[in-house]
C-alpha cells in the first residue's frame, strides 16, 4: 500500500480499512462498498474487482449478479487477470442456446441452465456431458453460430426440448 495515496487509491484502500477493520476501522461492509464504488467509478480496476465481489456474494450489498458481473466486466477491460477468470465462471454455458436464442437472459436459455444445474449436474453422466459440451459448443458456436442452416437445423429441437423441461417442472 502507498504511505501517501490519493484519489481512487486512497478510497480504496479505505474500502480494505473497513472491510477487514485495519487502521483503527470498525469493520463495516456498507463502508467498504461506499469507498470500493468512489475508487471503482473513477476506473479503478482492482476497486471494480471488488465491488464485483461484493455484488457477487452479497457482503455489504444485496446480492445481484448482473452487478458484480457488470464491475468484474469493467476490471477485466483494464486486464484484471481474477475479474476475467470469475467472469468467464459467471458467464459459464449455454452457448448454442444463447446462440440461437439469441440473450444469454431469454426465459428459454434461463429453462436449460436450471436444467443443467438441478438435474443434468446431479449425475456421473450428466457431469461428463456439461463438461464435453464446454468443450465443444464454444467452437461450434463460433464456426457455425452465424449460418442461418444452424438456427433452422437446431432451433426447433431446443424448442421442443425447452418445452418438455418446462412441462416437467423445469422453468425458470
Request: positive net charge; charged residues 25%.
Amino acid at each position: 500500500m502507498d504511505k501517501n495515496p490519493t484519489g481512487a487509491e486512497a478510497q480504496y484502500e479505505l474500502g480494505i480499512d473497513y472491510e477487514h477493520g485495519y487502521n483503527g476501522k470498525e469493520k463495516d461492509l456498507k463502508m467498504a462498498v461506499h469507498w470500493y464504488t468512489k475508487a471503482a467509478e473513477q476506473g479503478l480496476a482492482k476497486a471494480q474487482y471488488k465491488l464485483g465481489l461484493n455484488y457477487g456474494t452479497g457482503q455489504g450489498v444485496p446480492r445481484d449478479v448482473e452487478k458484480a458481473k457488470y464491475w468484474y466486466t469493467k476490471a477485466a477491460e483494464q486486464g484484471h487477470e481474477d475479474a476475467q477468470s470469475l467472469l468467464k465462471k459467471l458467464r459459464g454455458g449455454c452457448y448454442v442456446a444463447t446462440c440461437l436464442y439469441g440473450s444469454y437472459d431469454s426465459p428459454e436459455v434461463w429453462t436449460l441452465r436450471r436444467y443443467r444445474d438441478t438435474k443434468l449436474s446431479k449425475s456421473w453422466f450428466g457431469r461428463r456431458f456439461i463438461q464435453v459440451y464446454y468443450v465443444v459448443s464454444p467452437k461450434v458456436v463460433e464456426v457455425f453460430g452465424n449460418k442461418k442452416w444452424f438456427n433452422h437445423l437446431f432451433k426447433p429441437i431446443l424448442n421442443k426440448l425447452v418445452r418438455k423441461l418446462q412441462n416437467s417442472g423445469v422453468d425458470i
